[in-house]
């Protein structure tokens, strides 16, 4: 079965489109948390940022930085919320980024799991020298 998201890339499937250009496409979430809530789209279907190219990136969050002036103009909003799920957790194994107004009280919440996490010196290190060796 084909990915939803490559079917809209290719219209062959319907979605209100905000923006698209060469290697990224943006358009409304067909079940937004907030009215306005945009999923921006590689067209390149891959499911982690890992293995995506830096200038798809950094394309995927200028369009972000101005659908986020958009909400302001828009909606008058409180804030806003971006979130991209990885690997096992991409919905339909193509990476997507979420960009969704906030308001106070609008109920959307962060879950944290249960149990306790080290904090340390020796985290920090680990994760610096995975990025150098990287």
Known sequence: MECPFCKIIKKQAEAHIIHESENIIAFL??????????LIVPK????SIDNM???IL????????????AFNEV???????????????????HGHFHVFPRYKN?????????GTF????????QLRNAMLNG
């Open 29 to 38: 979430d067909v079940d937004p948390i907030n009215e306005g809530h945009v």
């Open 44 to 47: 390149m279907h891959e499911a």
């Open 53 to 55: 190219p830096i200038d």
């Open 58 to 69: 950094t394309e995927i969050v200028e369009l972000a930085q101005k659908v986020v002036t």
């Open 75 to 93: 909606y008058h909003i409180d804030g806003y919320s971006i979130m991209q799920n990885g690997g096992e957790f991409c919905d339909f194994g």
């Open 106 to 114: 609008d109920g959307f919440g962060w879950k944290y799991p249960e």
């Open 118 to 125: 080290e904090y340390s010196a020796k985290v920090a290190e």
